[in-house]
């Protein structure tokens, strides 16, 4: 009789593993002490508290960005750029095969997967952008507070609709990444989920 896990090798590294499941907290933690839904939970709180707990998360997410970014180059196979961003043809193709049942099954990400990590970094990343000019320009805070200075309402307002709306942008992509983790997991029988945990998955 085989042993299962002597069939399983590693390809999430620890560093990667790392950096999803903080970047999950962290867009948690920034998302909800913001989010209209919780106006109620935040009344019984100190707003100045929620406020800082949002920022540090923002900055945690900033730093975490650009660690990807670094680790997308020179970080092992599966980590890079290069392994799982493709064209729109690829992309494309890959999707139809998913919708017939017929997609082939890939070590790291398929082709739909790189695609929505691409979308994903580069919505959190504006978001994140957004929120830092919007915290220098309306507060008078933060490392462009010094740009930012006397800035006009209407720039301020322009900040904060941007910021918002790659906040929730951002929050339909995850819901979107974990329809793709729930039908792929199904479809070749393997729980991606855990595999984000211990960093392997079957040869």
Not at 183 to 201: C, D, I, P, Q
Request: with cysteine.
């Amino acid at each position: 009789m085989t042993n299962h896990h002597s069939t399983e090798i590693t390809v999430w590294d620890p560093l990667i593993r790392l950096f999803h499941w903080t970047l999950v907290a962290a867009f948690c933690a920034a998302y909800f002490t913001q989010s209209e839904w919780f106006e109620e939970f935040q009344d019984r709180l100190d707003g100045e508290w929620l406020q800082t707990v949002h920022v540090w998360a923002g900055y945690t997410i900033a730093g975490l960005l650009l660690f990807r970014l670094f680790w997308g180059f020179i970080g092992p196979r599966h980590a890079r750029f290069a392994d799982f961003v493709h064209g729109p043809r690829t992309t494309l193709s890959y999707l139809k095969q998913v919708l017939t049942l017929r997609a082939p099954r890939h070590l790291g990400h398929n082709p739909a997967g790189g695609a929505m990590i691409a979308v994903l970094l580069l919505s959190l990343t504006t978001a994140v952008t957004a929120g830092l000019l919007l915290y220098g320009a309306d507060n008078g805070l933060g490392p462009l507070a010094g740009l930012l200075a006397d800035s006009h309402e209407n720039t301020i307002h322009l900040f904060k609709e941007i910021h918002e709306f790659f906040a929730n942008f951002t929050l339909a992509l995850i819901a979107g990444h974990l329809i793709g983790v729930v039908w792929e997991s199904l479809l070749h029988r393997e729980n991606l989920a855990r595999a984000m945990v211990t960093g392997r998955k079957r040869a």
